[in-house]
């Protein structure tokens, strides 16, 4: 049974960080939907009232990222007379960073959004990713961070796509065959190169609704089961042979799939940073 409430998410910044920690926190929760009241930007007690005004109209559970005293204090105190959730996300995290760094917070609004090195790092991580998606521009991949590999329709692209949204330079190329793949995978010592593999009853359910989608003739080796079970074994052999980890993305979501993949650059880094040493 589903059951739907009303989210109030205040920020006196653009409030993508709310947005996020609301959806993590939802998720945790089977059947529950939400109807979002997103009020970012909210740095005056005019514009505060307003959003009270909203509160009190759709009552529900209030997220809020505000720096100034006052606002805080008026809307902790009217959430409190109506009996609501008044929630901060980041202030006690902010606290604890504090203390342990021993250092004053900068009061700063929106300074997570400041264009620093890391914004423009992250842009460049995304533009190579793009223009290396399903075995494009192969002639650079020694510059890539991460390297992915799979037969078709295992995700390559979105969870690629994810990971250059975290900065990663992410190049992804599909496995055709031993023949067509290229030798220059064998002699790259930078990039995390992982292979993704999937259920053969798993991967022709997709393979046959792609097809459907595009109204296209299910009658080819691409939606056939036993030329799929030997793409895959083929592809394995590769993995094998290129002695790559390989993630079986059957069960797995795109992120899922990211989060493994970010794990597994991390440990790299560690092993190539003792290895120096």
Not at 145 to 171: F, N, Q
Not at 234 to 246: D, N
Request: proline letters at 3%; aromatic letters at 8%.
């Amino acid at each position: 049974m589903k059951r739907n409430i009303n989210l109030h998410l205040v920020s006196d910044s653009t409030g993508e960080t709310l947005s996020s920690v609301a959806r993590a926190v939802i998720s945790q929760f089977e059947g529950i939907e939400t109807t979002d009241f997103i009020w970012p930007l909210i740095r005056s007690k005019s514009q505060l009232e307003r959003v009270i005004d909203s509160i009190q109209v759709n009552p529900g559970i209030v997220l809020y990222t505000i720096l100034h005293d006052d606002l805080i204090e008026n809307l902790r105190k009217k959430c409190f007379e109506i009996a609501i959730p008044c929630i901060p996300v980041l202030s006690h995290i902010i606290a604890q960073f504090s203390s342990y760094l021993n250092m004053n917070i900068s009061h700063t609004i929106g300074r997570q959004h400041l264009l620093d090195n890391q914004y423009f790092s992250r842009v460049d991580a995304i533009s190579y990713t793009l223009t290396h998606d399903d075995g494009q521009s192969i002639w650079d991949l020694y510059d890539a961070d991460i390297i992915i590999i799979g037969v078709s329709r295992t995700s390559k692209s979105p969870t690629s796509v994810y990971l250059s949204c975290r900065g990663y330079k992410v190049a992804n190329i599909p496995f055709i065959s031993n023949e067509s793949f290229p030798q220059s995978i064998f002699e790259l010592k930078k990039p995390l190169i992982v292979g993704l593999t999937i259920n053969p009853e798993k991967l022709l359910q997709i393979r046959k609704t792609r097809l459907n989608l595009l109204k296209e003739d299910q009658e080819t080796e691409y939606a056939d089961i036993e030329a799929i079970s030997n793409e895959l074994l083929e592809s394995r052999k590769l993995f094998s042979k290129i002695g790559c980890a390989t993630i079986d993305v059957t069960r797995r979501s795109v992120e899922e799939t990211a989060a493994k993949i970010i794990q597994l650059s991390q440990d790299k880094k560690i092993k190539d940073k003792n290895f120096k040493n």
